[in-house]
């Protein structure tokens, strides 16, 4: 982690739970991006972590934006700078809410625009600011408080869409590998045009397990395949470390799944379901990895 | 130099001579023409400008957001569905107290489906904190283009402005338009809280109570103020370019026992309807409100009055009417008329004065 920078954009008084993993993500992706950056936010967990006017918790300029806006929003920012000849990064860090549900008509428009920034979707797979809603990106079987009985239908595929619009960089992370995250970062705003980050950001009130297992479950969740790492960079894909094992031998569901509270309603044919769309997933990205499609 | 112009190409005119940083915009019928032009000037390289054709009007109030908020000047059109579309992000724009500049063309709204002239979706945002001016004739809708961006900039005002034309009597006709040798007349724009790496600050952040509600009162501040900042306004461009507007345009008013009160090309009609009476012996005179917010201090004191609302609002009024009446206490004959684009000549409007029954409410071709 050496190479990681010891300056820090986000201070110590933020207003997140005890093991959020958003605003641990949120860290190294500053700390990569550095001090040039303004962060576009919309509605989600952020507008609250970043605490209460006249204060702010980041040491960055941040642009609050409505739910629907950021993408757009972004976009006007970053021809704004590029106008004014400056290269200031503009990052949108933005819930899975606002980006699969709400916001996706305007992140669509601005990949397809090519805008030069950098979207990052933090995924804690739920409505965190509003109290554990179900989004899109809620999986297959969660309960939410709008989902009580478990969701019935299954994560919404954000990054084929994304991927849709061939940009010429996107990468999925996890908050409890920040190496990986910090350098997809970093190479990501080493890019012009639009790039795209999706980072799986388990949160503890969401996903009901105690705030000390952020990592843990984190870790769980890329060993079992639930999550996979990797890059494409001008559409080509590349696994990356940390999912390498998995690729081969994933560890069963049942270990990622017991370790939150959030699945107790799933029966045995919804985590046979789990598995088996694990499987499907792992098979299709080993087949375009290997550039088999 | 003198031209002719529709309403459309005056404005897209006074946005290449203003030349904003950033416009972003999305199609709407009668709209569409200001940002084609637009886009001409940039493909041509005539104007200095990023063009970004955004996906949807909320984007492209986001965009506006997004790019003013660092400090440059930027603009958007658009009309009807697209305003209300849009409605979110302008009361973000305005609570931001971001400068941004939107052409909007008055258009009805749907169902059903109307693409002709209707105050309601200008009106519809009536509470949104933007400041709201409507045009009469082409010439104006360039001049009031070109004041906008220099009233909303003024850091005693930084708030948007929406300049108001009604869909094709208006966007879609020619008139003769002289366009002006523009000079320093629009400074460079100036955000006082510009975003800045160097000074790094949270913008919209969570507030309280307290905050949040001294931030409306200075919004509502800055309303009262900008009837100054758009008094000099006005007054510098009659000095610079000899042409001279004021919150009300007034027609034959100063003798005159009844005041037909209206807005935007209704306006223009009403003063033909005004010589007419005349000739009758009626002492008329037409009082053509220019701006709606901030809302003119008018003075109709003593006289009876006409007020033709393009405009409803539902289970209550006519706006303009209703708007009238709470300012000024006055009573008046309110006519409901034009909505959908239906035709009001100034025979019409001659019509509406000599039957007038002060203290009813008529909607012109349907209620009787
Ligand atoms: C138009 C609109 N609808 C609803 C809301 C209320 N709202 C604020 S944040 C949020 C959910 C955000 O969820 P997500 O994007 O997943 O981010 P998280 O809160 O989990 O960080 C909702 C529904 C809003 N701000 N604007
Ligand atoms: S609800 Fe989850 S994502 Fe939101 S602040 Fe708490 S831990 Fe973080």
Known sequence: MSEIPKEEYLTTCTAACAGCSSSLSLRYVLKAAGPDTVLVVPACCTSVIQGMY???SFNVPVYNIAF??????????????R?????????????????????????SGAFERG??????????????????????????????????????ETKKDLDRIVAAHNPPYMATACSAYPLDLYKKVKKALSIEGPKFIHILAPCPPGWRYNSDKTIEVGKLAVKTGSWVLYEREYGKLTVSGPSRTALKKPHPIEEYIRAQGRFKKATPEIIAELQQSIEKNLARIKKEEEGIC | MLMISTGNKAIAAAVRQAAPSVVAAY??????????????????????????????????????????????????????????????????????????????????????????????????????GWLQVFVGTVQEAYDATLMAFRIAEDERVLLPVMVNLDGFTLSHIMQSLETVDLGDFIPPNRLPYAIDVENPMGYGPMTGPDDYFRFRWDIERSMRDAHEVIRETEEEFARRFGRKY????????????????????LGKEAEVAVDILRKEGIKAGSMRLRWFRPFPDIDLRGREVVVIDRDYSFGFGGVVAASLKAKT????????????GQEVTYDDIAEFVRTRRIGEEMWFGVSE
């Not at chain 2, 919150?247 to 209206?262: L, T």
């Not at chain 2, 206490?329 to 959908?340: F, P, Q």
């Open chain 1, 115 to 152: 805008t030069d920034f950098l979207y990052i979707c933090y995924d804690n797979e739920a409505y965190g600011n509003t109290g554990m809603q179900r989004s899109g990106a809620t999986p297959l079987g969660a309960v939410t408080t709008t989902t009580p009985a478990g969701k019935t």
């Open chain 1, 83 to 107: 106008s004014a000849g400056k290269k200031t990064n503009v990052i949108v860090y933005a819930g899975d809410g606002g980006t699969v549900d709400i916001g996706i008509q305007a992140l």
């Open chain 2, 329 to 340: 206490g006055t009573e008046c004959y309110n006519v409901i008329a034009g909505l959908g």
């Open chain 2, 246 to 265: 004021g919150p009300a345009e007034e027609y034959r008013c100063e003798d005159a026992e009844v005041v037909v009160v209206s807005m935007g090309t």
């Open chain 1, 68 to 81: 629907a806006a950021a993408a757009a929003c972004a976009s006007g920012m970053s021809k704004a700078f």
């Open chain 2, 27 to 128: 199609p709407i019928t009668p709209q569409t023409e200001i940002i084609e032009q637009i886009a001409a000037y940039v493909a041509a390289g005539e104007v200095e400008t990023e063009y970004i054709p955004v996906e949807s009007e909320h984007s492209a109030m986001a965009a506006c957001i997004g790019a003013s908020a660092t400090g440059v000047r930027t603009f958007t059109a658009t009309s009807s569905h697209g305003l209300l579309y849009m409605h979110e992000m302008l009361h973000w724009a305005a609570g931001a107290r971001l400068p941004i500049v939107m052409a909007n063309v008055n258009r009805a709204v749907g169902p059903g489906w109307n693409t002709w002239a209707e105050h309601t979706d200008a009106f519809s945002q009536r509470d949104t």
């Open chain 1, 54 to 56: 006249p204060n702010t």
